[in-house]
């Protein structure tokens, strides 16, 4: 097991990697990305996106919402997790196309898909630790390996 925060960070740095392996320069994977608040309360940066080829921050740093192809959140292991519920309503009402959270305690990765206006996504897979985490971008699937993904004590 691995001490509270050190999974997130390790697993943020992990995927970091390996999309910005697989993406070549068609994109990057951007951790704790500020996100323009226009139109939405401002919150907590996502822990990692993707963004699109040619994408840039604004001068304040921000990055907006139609550059995002992909968002990755890591979970807390203690508390209650109903802030993810109201990022998962945020990011598919901005019409992210693809959200994952990590859950290291629980040791899976829920991949959210096809997101609608009203702010839900329809589709939900899981996929345990140990199992590639297929991530479908336009034009292109991402493959995390998850095998090295650590755990946290619940």
């Keep these: 097991m691995t001490p509270r925060g050190a999974a997130r960070r390790a697993i943020v740095l992990d995927a970091a990697r390996q ?17 323009d608040p226009s139109g ?3 919150g907590r940066a996502p822990d990692l996106v993707v963004v699109g080829e040619g994408a840039r921050p604004d001068g304040r740093g921000h990055w907006a919402w139609p550059d995002l192809e992909a968002v990755l959140e890591v979970v807390p292991a203690a508390g209650p997790h109903g802030g993810f ?6 990011y598919a009402g901005h019409g992210v196309p693809v959200c994952v959270v990590v859950d290291p305690a629980e ?6 898909s096809e997101p609608r206006p009203a702010g839900a ?3 939900a897979e899981r ?3 140990g199992e590639d985490l297929p991530v479908q971008l336009p034009g292109l699937t991402l493959v995390v390996a998850t095998g090295g993904f650590p755990r946290e004590p619940a």
């Design 85 to 90: 519920a109201e990022r998962l309503r945020r």
């Design 121 to 123: 996504y329809h589709l």
């Design 40 to 42: 939405a309360r401002p």
């Design 107 to 112: 040791g899976v990765c829920t991949v959210h």
């Design 19 to 35: 999309i910005e392996d697989q993406l070549a320069g068609r994109g990057a994977a951007v951790p704790d990305a500020v996100l």
């Design 127 to 129: 996929i345990p630790f």
